[in-house]
């Protein structure tokens, strides 16, 4: 099982960037997918979710009405389109894929907001 993320970099403030997730997961349909984010020397954090057939997303306050979470299952990929970048974005970003007692990580991918 793998889940790849990719898209992240360095961007300005007010800038945007795309993250995917590709998952090699058998029924990725069913599987709640997540964003989490981990800054230095802080704790990881939920960032955005999405349920398994993309019926409902939730977002962490510190990101709602910027960051949108979505997720293609044809493709077995989730993504999160992130606007309106700021500095305390800043941090390295995990896709994360759950279903009943299965849970698995990505090795991230580390967005850099800065000028």
């Known amino acids: 099982v793998q889940l790849v993320e990719s898209g992240g970099g360095l961007v300005q403030p007010g800038g945007s960037l795309r993250l995917s997730c590709v998952a090699s997961?058998?029924?990725?349909?069913?599987?709640?997918m997540s964003w989490y984010r981990q800054a230095p020397g802080k704790e990881r954090e939920l960032v955005a979710a999405?349920?398994?057939?993309?019926?409902?997303?939730n977002y962490a306050d510190s990101v709602k009405g910027r960051f949108t979470i979505s997720r293609d299952n044809a493709k077995s990929t989730v993504y999160l389109q992130m606007n309106s970048l700021k500095p305390e974005d800043t941090a390295v970003y995990y896709c994360?894929?759950?279903?009943?007692?299965?849970?698995?990580w990505g090795q991230g991918t580390q967005v850099t907001v800065s000028s």
């Open positions: 999405i349920s398994s057939f993309g019926g409902s997303a």
């Open positions: 994360h894929a759950k279903s009943n007692s299965l849970d698995f």
């Open positions: 997961l058998f029924g990725f349909s069913r599987y709640d």
